[in-house]
């Protein structure tokens, strides 16, 4: 069985339907009655759709101090990679400048090698000079102690002939 109520049965049977066995006939509404509960239900209409936008207020005002928050998160995290990327552009400054000393220290050191080269060539060819100046050196105090020998035997015979001159003379 289908439950209605009266006030549906009266629409669609018409005044007649408001009247049933046993029961008194209900008064039909003034206008005034009418007027007013159209304005409740207006009211109430109005009060649903007043909830609704306010709840609507309610989520949107949510979502966009969620959107608020992202974004300014989003530009913390832009403000610290340009952080990142300017500290990033200092270091490769630093890299580069470090690079250049580095080409400049490496220049450098193969002068100073070269020089070393150089020099050691040339302690080398004055070590073999030296070796043969010592050689020469030797040979010469060599040829000095003969010498020095041999004046030393004639000295001692020039002794010898002038004592043996002055033997004979006296």
Same mark, same amino acid.
Request: net charge positive; proline share 1%; with cysteine.
């Given at each position: ?61 949510? !979502? ?6 992202? &974004?300014? /998160?989003?530009?913390? #995290?832009?403000?610290?990679?340009? =952080?990142? +990327? ?38 080398? !060819? ?6 043969? &100046?010592? /050689?020469?050196?030797? #040979?010469?105090?060599?040829?000095? =102690?003969? +010498? ?23």
């Amino acid at each position: 069985m289908i439950k209605t109520s009266n006030r549906n049965i009266s629409n669609k049977l018409g005044s007649s339907a408001n009247t049933h066995v046993g029961m008194p006939k209900k008064s039909l509404l003034t206008s005034e009655e009418v007027q007013n509960r159209k304005k409740q239900q207006k009211q109430q209409s109005n009060d649903r759709l007043s909830s609704r936008i306010d709840e609507e207020r309610r989520k949107n005002a949510e !979502s966009q101090r969620f959107r608020d928050l992202e &974004l300014k /998160q989003l530009k913390d #995290q832009s403000k610290m990679a340009d =952080r990142e +990327l300017g500290q990033t552009r200092d270091a490769m400054q630093l890299v580069q400048e470090e690079n250049h000393q580095l080409q400049n220290l490496k220049a450098r050191y193969n002068e100073l090698h070269l020089s070393h080269n150089q020099l050691q060539e040339k302690f080398n !060819s004055l070590t073999d000079t030296h070796e043969i &100046l010592c /050689q020469q050196h030797a #040979q010469l105090q060599a040829d000095h =102690r003969i +010498l020095q020998e041999k004046y030393h035997r004639t000295d001692q015979q020039a002794i010898i002939s002038r004592q043996e001159r002055n033997n004979t003379f006296q």
